[in-house]
């Protein structure tokens, strides 16, 4: 601090001294302790020390790349990677119009005529076209072998067709009054749901086909959902409720004790998944007057959550591959919206239609979905992952359905 000494001694102070200034003995002992060498420069600026050993090795200690603990995020393309014209495509919410059936080929009904579109190679063919007064088409839905199709036609007659020979097998009759606008398959037995209330539950191993009737519903069954165990199905109306019945539970001699009532909608429910990760989950939604998606559990009946998304809900579907739920909606923004499971936070919005999105399916490897909507056009979306990154399920022996098709006469 003494600047007058210190440019004394840097200029004057050592002239003429040959030997170094004298050490005393305890700064000696200091130096030795510290390890510091005679004319060693504290804080001097120095090449970088070497790295010191470690007793640990650095990889161990540190936690592994970030790809090797989680998947890279998932994309979402927010647009359709294909649209298709679906001309005449009927706008109405209560009917089942699209579904994709195992061998990859999609099924739409426009009016009176049913096509198949292929997907593995796009093309499309006309399966049939139904005289006016059996029309129009009002229900397809896909057996499990991908091969057999059910029709389900608004005079309350239902077809059954073998599209890989272009060949209708049999006509369901006598099961309704009316329309048939809700078909689901479960292994040999086809259950359909009537404009008149009624589900049937018929073998089309045999001639007398009707085998099972409920009676829960007073107008419209407008959606049907089988259990993958085949042992619950799922169903809901215009009158707003959704019933699970049971078949261990319910039989012919008591049609109404269904297993669970839920009466909870405030419009009509048409949107029905079962998901395909928690066999006793079952996401419902509503219609325009209720904009809710409901979660329940088939066994015990209870209500797991409710939401209201803001528009009529036209369609559920869950991802085979990850724990999320997609939606179609109408007005306003006739959009398809993806949510995450179990805390349903919105994921994406995908727009591209402009009327409700109606009808919704997806393909078998359940990655891409298809949806139909009353603005005539059939869009393609790649919402729930890609084929080449998506887990890949061992294929289901399916029962065959027809096996003792040719004892009926």
């Known amino acids: 601090m003494d600047f007058g000494y210190a440019h004394y001694m840097l200029t004057e102070g ?11 003995p305890y700064q000696k002992k200091l130096a030795e302790a510290v390890n510091i060498n005679d004319g060693t420069r504290i804080l001097a600026f120095k090449n970088k020390p070497p790295t010191p050993v470690e007793l640990v090795p650095r990889e161990i200690l540190s936690p592994p790349p970030q790809s090797k603990l989680s998947k890279p995020k998932r994309c979402i393309p927010q647009t359709s990677e294909r649209t298709l014209d679906a001309p005449d495509i009927l706008d109405d ?11 990859n080929v999609l099924s739409i009904a426009l009016e009176n005529t049913v096509y198949l579109w292929n997907a593995s190679d796009s093309s499309t063919s006309e399966l049939v076209t139904v005289d006016e007064e059996y029309g129009p088409v009002t229900s397809v839905n896909w057996a499990q072998d991908g091969r057999h199709l059910a029709i389900g036609l608004n005079n309350s007659h239902v077809q059954i067709w073998d599209t890989s020979a ?107 998944a079962l998901c395909p990760f928690q066999g006793n989950l079952l996401a419902s939604g509503g219609g325009g007057g209720d904009h809710c998606i409901k979660l329940w559990n088939t066994h015990t ?26 939606s179609s909606h109408g007005f306003t923004k006739n959009q398809l ?41 059939l869009r393609f979306w790649n919402v729930f992952g890609n084929p080449a990154t998506a887990g890949k399920a061992a294929p289901k022996a399916y029962s065959e359905p027809f096996a003792k098709f040719n004892r009926i006469r």
């Open 337 to 377: 919206t993806l949510w995450k499971y179990p805390s349903m936070v919105k994921m994406a919005e995908l727009n591209g239609h402009t009327s409700r999105v109606l009808y919704m399916t997806q393909s078998p490897d359940g990655c891409t979905v298809a949806s139909a909507a009353a603005d005539e056009t």
């Open 14 to 24: 050592t002239k003429g001294k040959e030997n170094p200034e004298v050490i005393t």
């Open 93 to 103: 919410f209560y009917l089942n119009l699209l579904d994709w059936g195992s061998d």
């Open 166 to 272: 272009s060949k209708q097998l049999r006509t369901l009759k006598g099961g309704h009054r009316t329309r048939v606008g809700s078909l689901a398959w479960n292994s040999h037995i086809l259950t359909t749901g009537g404009m008149d209330g009624k589900i049937v539950n018929n073998d089309v191993r045999v001639r007398s086909h009707i085998v099972e009737t409920y009676r829960g519903h007073n107008q419209e069954v407008c959606g049907l959902k089988w259990s993958s165990s085949g042992h619950q199905l799922a169903s809901g109306g215009n009158d707003n409720v959704v019933h699970i019945w049971d078949r261990s539970v319910v039989s012919s001699n008591s049609p109404t004790n269904w297993l669970h009532r839920f009466e909870e909608h405030t419009a009509a429910v048409k949107a029905l």
């Open 301 to 326: 009946g209870a209500r797991l959550n409710s939401f209201d998304t803001g528009s009529q809900v036209c369609s559920l579907l869950w991802n085979k591959n990850e724990r999320e739920l997609l």
